[in-house]
């Protein structure tokens, strides 16, 4: 079993950045693939990007060379760096690990 908590969400203007953390713990030996998504209201569930356990990236084309993904393998911690956050950034945010493993999610508010 894995556990996920999220911190770094809230409230920012336009153009302003926050930074997500997700922290795993429980009974694992190492993790695999670990990403966010994000779900707005009214929307499905989205990918924002993902990580592999030796760093190769992947992202939604919404939020490339806006938004960074990065891990600490040895905090078994995986961030996410918005820039130039956007109005249409606005979501809830959640973690996730391979292979089904689930945060609960943390609001991210992008205001005009």
């Known amino acids: 079993q894995v556990q996920l908590v999220e911190s770094g969400g809230g409230s920012v203007q336009a153009g302003g950045s926050l930074r997500l953390s997700c922290a795993a713990s429980?009974?694992?030996?190492?993790?695999?693939?670990m990403g966010w998504y994000r779900q707005a209201p009214g929307k499905q569930r989205e990918l924002v990007a993902t990580?592999?356990?030796?760093?190769?990236?992947n992202y939604a084309d919404s939020v490339k060379g806006r938004f960074a993904i990065s891990r600490d393998n040895a905090k078994n911690t995986v961030y996410l760096q918005m820039n130039s956050l956007k109005p249409e950034d606005t979501a809830v945010y959640y973690c996730?690990?391979?292979?089904?493993?689930w945060g609960q999610g943390t609001q991210v508010t992008v205001s005009s």
């Open positions: 429980g009974s694992f030996f190492s993790l695999g693939a």
């Open positions: 996730w690990v391979v292979s089904d493993y």
């Open positions: 990580i592999t356990s030796s760093g190769s990236t």
